[in-house]
């Protein structure tokens, strides 16, 4: 896949595509495509004729749901629809419109006959002739037909899309691109719209044929995905417009449209429109293709939004504002740090706190706590820790005794979170650095990567103890968390080395022990972390270097992952193109807004639990594969209890 | 091969009614005289430093020690080696009672393990225990524990033996509520009970092991392992046709006893010295060793060369199966060779070694879990990774 993936995110416009897709055949033809319909893999951003309609097309990543589900993307037919699609749609403006509508219909078509389409509508049999021969399934077939209509359609689609388009900007990004990886929050609203619109519609009849069509694109389908129950990603969403049987839905739709687009643009709204506010944000900006479902923060934009949002915001207590700010910014970060800032935030809102009339204490704190939580969540994406650690005292409050009065209950819920903060992490880094210390001997030569607070402690410990040690602390761009800790070690005493992790094998011959920290580890034993930790490790094992990884156990996650796509965190793409303070190597200046750049600034990798000799946690020293065993008979007692 | 899961072998183990192989002596416990307080002998009664007890009681236990070895052995050590424990711990003698004292006698007898003879001791202590509260029981099997883990501190299996036996014995919390005397009877029962499993485990091993010993098979076994050779003594007797391939085990030649004890089972033994691992490594179909300890990686702590010839046998696809008591199961993590205290023992290079030369003298390694294939246990057979399941639920 990434092979053939790369190619495309360099030089091809945005095209949405569902799961595992091949490249495009012909990248080379990018020139406009005699058949706009059929030309997507050479569909050029640049072909577009009506810019304002193929963006709308584009249309914000919320839109775009890309289902994940299901088989039928997964089967080869659908493949191959989805690759004839998506070119289609740059050409021109119909001819994006059409694309909308094909995928669509993909999506419709695997369900419904694509009989119904063709008759009704004066599409082009000609295409459609050419997308059966390419792909056999009717359902593709009908998706080619529809492709026709929308050119009329395209126009309002155009105008509903245009709003949404503004973050995308010129650059017509395909449906598919998004649908695939837009962001999953996106994809369920989407969905959701997408049924209620299909219901509606259900009524309508093909026949509606261009008029009607014309109006259904408009809602296009993108922004919502009509079919939920539907397969494909983007054939889901175009399928619902142009499907025969699904056609009706078009009303539903054009009401649904709106409400995306009010949810983003109206960014003082729920923590979920400011949520895609965010994302919107980031849209402008081109990203690589496979992480579109994740949500890219820009740092600098939101916060003067955010500040002037502040007396809009939904009663947002003010301590969990700050730390929202503080995340945003930076100032707090490191899994353990960012989890404490949270939860002494929300012991102040609590002790703040009174119940509204009318209400019950824990069903309104805790809807309390979730709008909270969804303004962190904007702030910046939640980690695996602070995730537990919600889900620790939404437990509480959901356990609270209904006879205890307010105040018992919110000094209850004060010292709970007290004693998460002390057992599950201040205790538990003392154990993990008791354990940890044995582990070092004299002469011994030490890797760390990152800055993890575990790990410094660890070393600090061991210092104190009078162990004779050397500390090779590596580092990377562009957060160079490792000169503080470097600092901080030297200022010590500890006989330290600094180095990038461009010379990690290099240096890795005279290391005796790897310590790194984890942001999280899951339930196959991977380690999820800092990106380049993985590099580190592999490293590492090939050199027969044991790697130990500190990790508390509240940050287990029973979630298995095998790559680090599907759940990440994008960071500030512009630090890694340019490099502050130093203007003789910016060579990317100016070369920001090409719509061929894409700039990838992930911040965690999954590390493969192969490369891990050991986990410390505050259960002891295990291996990679008891963490199951760990997840599985502590979570329920100490955690959710 | 379903019929080789653990479980199913289990049920038809239980279901056999497997002869006990000895049944806990139990009126053998030397009456209970005065309260054992034992502050003396918390500081290491094992005063020899060059040779770990650990070797001492292997040379000991497994006959095959020669004599020019012993010479040696006297001329490192000083006069009083003789290999007798009783010697080596003087100062309790004259106390009433002892666990040291105890565990001595249990372990004379050949066949019990050090570690069965500790739980054995251990739960004297608990008979003999004059103590009128839970806690201060506690404190006195603790402090028991704890000088017998000192007795010996290289012997991994004695160490995890102490601890799982404190573990098993005082681990209900039901304990606390009932009254002093039917607290302390249950302790005792559990006790004798754990005892017990310990001693049938070696045979439920042997029962468990049989399915993966098929006819015409060749086995490849180091060291001399109490357990292993009750796996293949179990397979001659049921008839099995196989062939054993042992090792020589230097420097104390264990491999020597055990194709001693094979060639009175009628098994066909082939002796290798311990250099020719890889040179029969292609005909061999298993390996089989025993394990010092089980640590929590799933790895083991064996004899010295276990390790090699795991990594042989794994470059080759040749299976590495590991019989080991569940007692064995031990809380260290080794991370590599040297991260372990070594056990370190003489060894007889048959020539005088110039002084300058340095000798390795450790007396085991530590295979990592990866080239362990399954560990035999009474447990049932695990793979090396549910070692570690086993611990965290054992001690957590």
């Known amino acids: 896949m990434d092979s053939r993936r790369a190619p495309r995110t360099a030089s091809d416009p945005k095209v949405r595509k569902v799961g595992f897709f091949t490249a495009p055949p012909d990248r080379s033809l990018s020139g406009p495509p005699d058949h706009p319909i059929f030309s997507f893999p050479t569909s050029p951003p640049p072909v577009v004729d009506n810019s304002s309609p193929s963006a709308g097309n584009s249309l914000s990543p919320v839109m775009i749901p890309p289902p994940r589900h299901s088989s039928a993307t997964l089967s080869p037919l659908r493949r191959d629809s989805a690759e004839l699609f998506p070119p289609s749609v740059s050409p021109t403006s119909p001819a994006s419109f059409s694309d909308d509508v094909a995928a669509a219909v993909m999506g419709r078509g695997a369900v419904a006959a694509s009989s119904s389409l063709p008759g009704g509508l004066g599409f082009d049999i000609a295409a459609v002739k050419s997308a059966a021969s390419s792909v056999p399934a009717s359902g593709l077939t009908t998706v080619s037909v529809v492709n026709n209509l929308p050119i009329g359609i395209s126009e309002k689609g155009g105008g509903v899309a245009v709003e949404m388009q503004n973050d995308q900007s010129t650059r017509s990004k395909s449906l598919k691109e998004k649908t695939t990886k837009a962001e999953r929050r996106a994809l369920q609203e989407a969905q959701r719209a997408a049924k209620a619109a299909a219901k509606a519609e259900g009524g309508k009849t093909p026949a509606a044929a261009s008029g009607a069509a014309a109006s259904v694109n408009t809602k296009s389908t993108k922004s919502v995905k009509p079919p939920p129950s539907q397969k494909n990603d983007n054939a889901t969403v175009a399928a619902s417009e142009k499907k025969g049987g699904d056609r009706p839905p078009e009303k539903d739709r054009k009401k649904e449209v709106p409400q995306p687009r009010m949810q983003y643009d109206d960014k003082s709204r729920v923590e979920k429109a400011k949520r895609r506010a965010v994302v919107k944000q980031t849209e402008a900006r081109n990203r690589v293709e496979l992480f579109r479902h994740l949500p890219q923060y820009e740092r600098g934009t939101q916060l003067p939004e955010l500040e002037s949002k502040f007396f809009e915001l939904d009663p947002m207590h003010p301590a969990v504002y700050k730390v929202g700010l503080q995340y945003l910014s930076g100032d707090i970060c490191g899994g353990n740090a960012r989890c404490i800032a949270m939860l002494q935030a929300f012991q102040e809102a609590i002790k703040d706190y009174s119940t509204p009339p009318e209400k019950t204490l824990p069903r309104d704190l805790t809807a309390k706590i979730g709008s909270y939580v969804s303004f962190l969540i904007e702030c910046r994406p939640l980690s695996i820790s602070m995730g537990n650690a919600i889900r620790f005292l939404k437990n509480r409050i959901a356990k609270l005794p209904l006879s205890l009065s307010e105040s018992e209950a919110k000094t209850n819920l004060h010292s709970d979170i007290d004693r998460f903060i002390n057992e599950k992490i201040i205790i538990a880094d003392k154990v993990i650095v008791k354990h940890a210390v044995t582990k070092i001997s004299d002469g011994d030569v030490l890797l760390i990567y990152g800055s993890s607070s575990a790990v410094e402690m660890v070393l600090l410990h061991a210092h104190e103890l009078g162990k004779q040690f050397r500390v090779v602390v590596v580092d990377s761009r562009p957060k160079l968390e490792g000169q503080l800790l470097l600092r901080r070690l030297v200022g010590k005493g500890i006989n330290c080395t600094y180095t990038h992790i461009n010379a990690i094998s290099y240096i890795m011959h005279e290391v005796t022990r790897v310590f790194l920290g984890a942001s999280s580890v899951l339930s196959n034993g991977t380690v999820y972390s800092r990106v380049g930790t993985a590099c580190v490790a592999m490293v590492a094992h090939s050199f027969h270097v044991p790697v130990l990884v500190c990790c508390e156990a509240y940050k287990f996650h029973e979630r298995v992952q095998l790559d680090s796509i599907c759940s990440n965190e994008l960071g500030d793409p512009d630090v890694i193109s340019k490099v502050h303070g130093r203007e003789d190597i910016n060579f990317l200046d100016g070369s920001d807004n090409s719509a061929i750049l894409q700039l990838l600034n992930l911040i965690y990798d999954a590390t493969p639990s192969d490369y891990v000799s050991m986990i410390i946690t505050d259960y002891g020293m295990v291996p990679p594969t008891s963490v199951p065993v760990i997840v599985r008979e502590y979570r329920r007692e100490h955690l959710w209890i | ?396």
């Open chain 2, 1 to 396: 091969m379903w019929w080789r899961s653990a479980s199913f072998i289990l049920d038809k183990q239980q279901n056999d009614a497997v002869p006990k192989l000895r049944n806990p002596p139990d009126t053998l416990t030397p009456p209970s005289p005065p309260p054992l307080s034992m502050p003396d002998t918390l500081q290491n009664p094992n005063p020899q430093n060059n040779i770990s007890a650990y070797y001492q009681t292997r040379a000991a236990h497994h006959a095959v020690v020669t004599s020019d070895w012993l010479a040696q052995a006297q001329a490192a050590v000083g006069s009083d080696l003789d290999g007798a424990p009783e010697t080596g711990v003087p100062t309790v003698a004259g106390k009433p009672f002892s666990v040291i004292d105890e565990f001595n006698s249990w372990r004379k007898q050949p066949d019990l393990a050090e570690a069965v003879a500790a739980i054995r001791a251990l739960a004297a202590v608990i008979r003999n225990c004059q103590a009128t509260t839970m806690m201060e029981l506690e404190i006195e099997l603790k402090k028991a524990s704890d000088s017998l883990k000192l007795w010996d501190t290289t012997s991994i299996s004695l160490t995890a033996g102490c601890d799982l036996f404190m573990r098993y014995v005082t681990r209900t919390s039901a304990l606390e509520y009932e009254d002093f005397n039917s607290a302390k009877s249950r302790l005792i029962e559990r006790a004798e009970k754990f005892g017990e499993i310990s001693c049938k485990a070696r045979r439920i091993i042997a029962m468990l092991s049989q399915d993966f010993i098929f006819d015409g098979c060749t086995i490849l076994v180091h060291g001399f392992s109490r357990v292993v050779l009750e796996v293949l003594k179990t397979a001659a007797q049921s008839k099995k046709l196989f062939r054993v391939f042992c090792t020589e085990g230097r420097p104390d030649r264990t491999g020597l006893r055990l194709s001693n004890e094979l060639a009175k089972l009628d098994v066909p033994v082939k002796l290798l010295i311990d250099s020719a691992v890889a040179y029969t490594m292609d005909e061999v179909d298993m390996v089989l060793v025993g394990a010092d300890g089980v640590v929590e990686s799933g790895g083991i702590i064996n004899m010295m060369g276990t390790y090699q010839i795991a990594l042989v046998a794994h470059s080759m696809n040749k299976p590495v199966y590991v019989a080991a008591e569940s007692y064995k199961f031990a809380r260290l993590y080794p991370l590599d060779q040297k991260d372990m205290g070594p056990a370190l023992r003489p060894i007889d290079f048959g020539v005088p070694i110039p002084s300058k030369v340095e000798v390795e003298t450790s007396a085991w390694d530590y295979t990592p879990p990866q080239y362990l294939t399954l560990l035999f246990t009474d447990l049932g057979v695990l793979t090396p990774s549910v070692v570690s399941d086993e611990l965290i639920q054992l001690y957590l």
